[in-house]
């Protein structure tokens, strides 16, 4: 149950709304999803399937029983009797406007709302709401049932005392929210995901690299780097005993180097557009994206799994990991929930 919450809705069952299901539900949350694809009920229950696997991995007889699952014919049914509220619509301004206006109207007083734009700002979608003061953005990362991390982001008129509620909300389903200290365009998150992918982009159209080989730059280097200690710890260690102030010396000046073509955009003409989509399809060797997912899913339980036996508390991701079991073993032994056996 999530930080005493029974019920949640989610606005949007998609990609990052059936993942948020699955992992409430996961939770012991009884979950109502409300989306007008005609195949957003098979969408999400193949979703929690996947998600099912991999929480049987990570949590074994721990896990508590889950929460229900069901498809709502309208936003008002949805979220009546809600604790929690996370909308994932799609990334157009007028259109989270409209459904977040409807949630407002219709959730019971004092239920958060959290919107899991990877962009737009709070302030904006805030606008024309009757209570503004319950919405933030709640912005995780795909696997939404797996990846720990959310961010955070409140609006001008965002109650602080939301803020701290959904961090505590996220935090009790084994997430580990960063407040964004301030409202900006694409968050932090995706503004570094931002600067690489516009990199990548140029070493396509320049012809440097296939998008498999700028892959495998990335997983069998510094992407395993940073799975542990992010961007700035693991520059602080290349600068030797010095630490950060001696890595800074010796490569700050690389930045004033024409190495980054950050300032400028390729066009993504069909040219570009078709070879990137050709090279994906050739590295995916026929493996359809189910099982592109679970093989995603397996890589991650073991990159966690490894970083939370580093030390006494996990490290990175690991950390988290470690925080969850404890957290539902505790629940386990405190009102000892049925437990799912696998």
């Given at each position: 149950m999530m930080?005493?919450?029974e019920?949640a809705a989610c606005?949007?069952?998609?990609?990052?709304g059936?993942?948020?299901?699955?992992r409430?539900?996961l939770?012991g949350?009884?979950v109502?999803?409300c989306?007008?694809?005609?195949d957003?009920?098979r969408?999400a229950?193949?979703?929690?399937e996947?998600?099912e696997?991999?929480f049987a991995k990570?949590?074994g007889g721990?896990r508590?029983?889950?929460g229900?699952?069901?498809?709502?014919?309208?936003i008002a049914?949805?979220?009546?009797?809600?604790?929690?509220?996370?909308?994932?619509?799609?990334?157009?301004l007028?259109?989270?406007?409209?459904?977040l206006a409807g949630?407002?109207?219709t959730a019971p007083?004092?239920?958060?709302?959290?919107?899991s734009?990877s962009g737009?700002?709070?302030?904006?979608?805030?606008?024309?709401?009757?209570?503004?003061?319950?919405?933030?953005?709640?912005?995780p990362?795909?696997?939404?049932?797996?990846l720990?991390?959310v961010?955070?982001?409140a609006g001008?008129?965002?109650d602080?005392?939301a803020v701290?509620r959904?961090?505590g909300?996220?935090a009790s389903?084994?997430?580990?929210?960063?407040v964004?200290r301030?409202e900006i365009?694409a968050?932090?998150g995706?503004?570094?995901?931002?600067a690489?992918?516009?990199?990548?982009?140029?070493l396509?159209?320049?012809?440097?690299?296939t998008v498999?080989?700028?892959d495998?730059v990335m997983?069998?280097?510094?992407?395993l780097?940073w799975a542990?200690m992010g961007?700035?710890?693991t520059?602080?260690?290349?600068?030797?005993?010095?630490?950060?102030r001696h890595f800074?010396?010796?490569f700050?000046?690389?930045?004033a180097?024409?190495?980054?073509k950050?300032?400028?955009v390729p066009?993504l003409?069909?040219?570009?557009?078709?070879?990137?989509?050709g090279?994906s399809d050739?590295?995916?060797?026929?493996?359809?994206?189910c099982?592109?997912?679970?093989?995603?899913?397996?890589?991650?339980i073991a990159?966690?799994e490894?970083?939370?036996?580093s030390?006494?508390?996990g490290?990175?991701?690991?950390?988290?990991l470690k925080?969850?079991?404890q957290r539902?073993?505790r629940?386990?032994?405190?009102?000892g929930?049925?437990?799912?056996?696998?």
């Amino acid at each position: 149950m999530m930080d005493g919450i029974e019920r949640a809705a989610c606005i949007g069952g998609g990609v990052i709304g059936g993942g948020w299901a699955a992992r409430f539900v996961l939770n012991g949350i009884d979950v109502a999803v409300c989306d007008p694809d005609p195949d957003a009920e098979r969408k999400a229950s193949a979703m929690l399937e996947n998600a099912e696997r991999a929480f049987a991995k990570l949590f074994g007889g721990d896990r508590p029983a889950p929460g229900t699952l069901r498809f709502a014919g309208s936003i008002a049914e949805a979220v009546d009797g809600a604790g929690f509220v996370q909308e994932s619509v799609p990334e157009r301004l007028d259109l989270k406007r409209e459904v977040l206006a409807g949630i407002d109207a219709t959730a019971p007083a004092g239920t958060v709302i959290a919107s899991s734009t990877s962009g737009l700002l709070p302030s904006d979608m805030q606008r024309g709401l009757i209570h503004p003061g319950r919405l933030l953005v709640g912005h995780p990362f795909n696997p939404v049932y797996l990846l720990p991390l959310v961010e955070i982001v409140a609006g001008r008129d965002t109650d602080p005392a939301a803020v701290e509620r959904a961090a505590g909300l996220y935090a009790s389903v084994g997430m580990k929210p960063v407040v964004v200290r301030k409202e900006i365009d694409a968050f932090i998150g995706d503004r570094l995901q931002e600067a690489l992918w516009r990199e990548a982009l140029w070493l396509v159209r320049d012809g440097v690299a296939t998008v498999e080989e700028i892959d495998d730059v990335m997983r069998y280097g510094f992407g395993l780097r940073w799975a542990q200690m992010g961007v700035f710890q693991t520059y602080r260690l290349a600068g030797g005993e010095a630490g950060m102030r001696h890595f800074l010396e010796q490569f700050g000046p690389c930045l004033a180097w024409p190495w980054s073509k950050l300032t400028d955009v390729p066009d993504l003409d069909d040219a570009l557009v078709d070879a990137i989509a050709g090279q994906s399809d050739e590295q995916a060797a026929g493996l359809s994206i189910c099982e592109l997912e679970r093989i995603r899913d397996d890589n991650l339980i073991a990159v966690m799994e490894a970083l939370e036996r580093s030390g006494e508390t996990g490290w990175g991701a690991g950390a988290a990991l470690k925080e969850a079991r404890q957290r539902l073993r505790r629940k386990r032994d405190a009102t000892g929930f049925r437990q799912v056996r696998g």
